[in-house]
């Protein structure tokens, strides 16, 4: 990887209207790394992800890619700058097949450069990284576990070949068998890629235990930033925000 591929967020603020939802918050990232982003209910998190893709408008700081500032653009051209938001909730189309899903990523990956660390995704090499979906290709997205649909969303996202990948609450609702899959997966891919990735999650235990370095929100303020392990390690702050 190389830091045409860095992702800066500095210092945002945003608010709906009176409410502020995220003040000063800066996030580390970089490629080959897995950030995540922690906190109770309404600390901030979805809003910070769409902060970066372009969904919300910050009111100050800076969000930029490999030095290329991007605060405020359009969500479709921080899209097609290598930055993939996979949100809340699993957004596959149901009515459309497995394959069908992909491809709509493929097209929009056609036009992007390889992403991070040289590894262009095809539709073979996300079936690889998850074989649950290569079982159900041709079958209605509808049909599909709520594991195998989270997977379909971030194959679906590595196809528009990123070199960021933000995940809005993968392991929401899942089985643990099924979230160690994924974060597995998220390993591999930072390990193997380069890419960049910023994880938000409730599930703070096990976000830590795949992350590098954690940011922990209250109230939309950032009140710890530390190596992940070190975040773990610290019962108080564990009790006081992390829920475990
Ligand atoms: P959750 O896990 O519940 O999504 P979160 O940490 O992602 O929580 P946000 O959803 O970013 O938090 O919400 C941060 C704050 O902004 C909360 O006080 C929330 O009520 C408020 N908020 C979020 N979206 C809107 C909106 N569209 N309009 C007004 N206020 C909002």
Known sequence: STS???????GLTATYGPVTALEDVSVPAAPGAITAVLGANGAGKTTLLRTV???VRPAAGRVSL?????????PERIAAAGIAHVPEGRGVITELSVEENLRLGSL?????PTGSGGRRFDTDGVLELFPALAERFRRPADTLSGGERQMLVVARALLTQPS??????????????????????LRDLT??????????????RSALQV??????LSLGRVVAVDEASALAADQALRHAYLGF
């Open 4 to 10: 045409t591929d860095r992702l800066e967020i500095e």
């Open 53 to 55: 893709s372009g969904l």
């Open 66 to 74: 490999g030095g290329r500032d991007l605060t405020g653009a359009e």
């Open 108 to 112: 929009l990956g056609a036009r992007r």
């Open 164 to 185: 960021v990948l933000l995940l809005d609450e993968p392991s929401l609702g899942l089985a643990p068998r099924v979230v160690s899959q994924i974060f597995a997966v």
């Open 191 to 204: 390990d193997a890629g380069g890419i960049t990735v910023v994880l938000v999650e409730q599930n703070a």
């Open 211 to 216: 992350a590098d370095t954690g940011v922990v």
